[in-house]
């Protein structure tokens, strides 16, 4: 599973974005005016670590640094504005690859490998006690549809954006939130869900 989840959501998009390059060095050497726009889909799970999603956590943030390191590239390699790259952090989209992470369709919970004791500390009680379907995760952030995601990312390429959290709250909080101990990103990170969001996961 680790292999196939970083060859999708990294490895593919790197080589394409290696190609890419090469081909629009040589539109430039060529004379051609073709200009290049390159939107990586990233995640939130990329800006900040869930429970059970570990390797497409690690996927997505090296898909975020990479896209960056591209948009540099370009820069340094004279193709920039002519080839530029957006990096797109969606929230959940609803859908098949989402399905049942709100508790939307029934079903048993996954069962955890240990139950936490008090020793554990403050966040895995926390972490024990807080439903997967809370109302405070729901209010803040509500599952996003695909045209909201696709809304936004026409609108950053109009706009010439760089990167983009969807929806932009979500990338206020977080950037909030690493000005604080690392408990404050868990914290954070428990309510949106990623202490129990793929319980009840049926993708």
């Known amino acids: 599973m680790l292999s196939r989840v970083v060859a999708v959501d990294l490895m593919a998009p790197l080589l394409l974005m290696s190609e890419l390059a090469r081909f629009a060095a040589k539109g430039a050497v060529a004379g051609q005016p073709a200009q290049f726009k390159v939107v990586n889909v990233s995640s939130v799970m990329g800006l900040l670590g869930a429970g059970r999603l570990t390797s497409y956590s690690a996927a997505k943030a090296g898909l975020a640094m990479a896209s960056e390191s591209a948009q540099l590239d370009a820069e340094s390699d004279g193709l920039w504005p002519r080839l530029s790259v957006l990096t797109v952090f969606p929230y959940a989209v609803s859908g098949v690859l989402f399905r049942g992470i709100y508790g939307?369709?029934?079903?048993?919970?996954?069962?955890?490998?240990?139950?936490?004791?008090?020793?554990?500390?403050?966040?895995?009680?926390?972490?024990?006690?807080?439903?997967?379907?809370?109302?405070?995760?729901?209010?803040?952030?509500?599952?996003?549809?695909?045209?909201?995601?696709?809304?936004?990312?026409?609108?950053?390429?109009?706009?010439?954006?760089?990167?983009?959290?969807?929806?932009?709250l979500i990338g206020v909080v977080v950037a909030i939130a690493r000005l604080f101990p690392p408990s404050a990103m868990a914290l954070l990170a428990g309510v949106m869900g990623g202490w129990r969001g793929m319980d009840t996961w049926k993708g």
């Open 104 to 168: 939307e369709d029934e079903g048993p919970r996954r069962p955890r490998a240990t139950a936490p004791t008090a020793s554990a500390g403050w966040l895995s009680i926390l972490a024990a006690i807080t439903p997967q379907d809370n109302f405070l995760r729901s209010l803040l952030f509500p599952l996003l549809s695909p045209s909201d995601v696709g809304e936004a990312v026409i609108s950053g390429i109009e706009s010439g954006a760089r990167t983009l959290v969807v929806p932009w």
